[in-house]
């Protein structure tokens, strides 16, 4: 039916007692919520809400623009082809001694940056010992975003990323405790799959869970407060 409404759908991970904001958020937002499963540690929030219509007029224009862009590119590329080539018997040949010299000049090369470890970072290691919601997790992600860390861990949480079959989102803890962890940050890997985990190491399993342990290396993302979630972004997951 043409009248009929299409939906989105989204999934949100909340973290102890952020339901709320979370729920407020999305409403604001247009979302309806549709299911709640709340666990130990974590809830899953269901969401969905009306798709909006791209109107055909805008769709039109959107290709007709296209069409001009080509024909643009087009008559640009012959014009090109058909310029006038330059006489260079006009100009006389450079003297060999004001000719460049076409010997690269060698560069420094760049230290590689020092992966992030607990053994030999003191600020991280703490991190790890710290509360999912501790300000040190706000302090560590601003002053080192976009580097690299690495620590042993385990996976807390997986689950389906949306509507998708093949993308998840990893819950990640320290230590080797699974869904039981109970301290170190909440880390977040958000919508990948499993070939994004780079799984290297001896025995590497087909499929992986919540409790398998790992060490993981990972690129510092953002910290949410509002959810209490640290994002990673994955480079590699070492079986252990």
């Not at 010992?129 to 861990?153: M, P």
């Not at 290396?217 to 990673?232: I, T």
């Amino acid at each position: 039916m043409a009248d009929e409404v299409k939906y989105e759908y989204k999934t949100v991970q909340t973290v102890r007692g952020t339901d709320g904001l979370v729920l407020s958020q999305m409403r604001k937002d247009g979302w309806e919520l549709m299911e709640q499963a709340t666990g130990t540690l974590r809830s899953t929030l269901n969401f969905r809400r009306p798709k909006k219509p791209l109107p055909w007029p805008l769709i039109g224009t959107g290709a007709a623009v296209l069409v001009i862009l080509a024909i643009v590119i087009g008559t640009a590329s012959v014009l090109g082809d058909g310029g006038e080539k330059k006489d260079v018997s006009e100009k006389p040949a450079a003297a060999a001694s004001e000719r460049p010299s076409t010997t690269p000049t060698p560069t420094a090369a760049k230290p590689a940056a020092q992966v992030i470890t607990p053994q030999n970072n003191p600020e991280f290691a703490a991190l790890l010992k710290a509360d999912t919601c501790d300000d040190a997790n706000l302090d560590f992600a601003t002053r080192h975003e976009g580097q690299t860390v690495a620590f042993n861990g385990s996976i807390v949480h997986m689950a389906p990323h949306g509507d998708y079959d093949t993308r998840y989102d990893f819950l990640l803890g320290p230590g080797d405790k699974g869904p039981k962890t109970a301290v170190g940050p909440a880390f977040m890997y958000e919508d990948v799959n499993i070939f994004d985990l780079e799984l290297t190491g001896k025995n590497i399993p087909a499929t992986v869970g919540a409790g398998d342990e790992f060490r993981f290396v990972a690129e510092v993302g953002h910290f949410n407060a509002g959810q209490c979630l640290f994002f990673l972004d994955p480079i590699s997951t070492e079986t252990r």
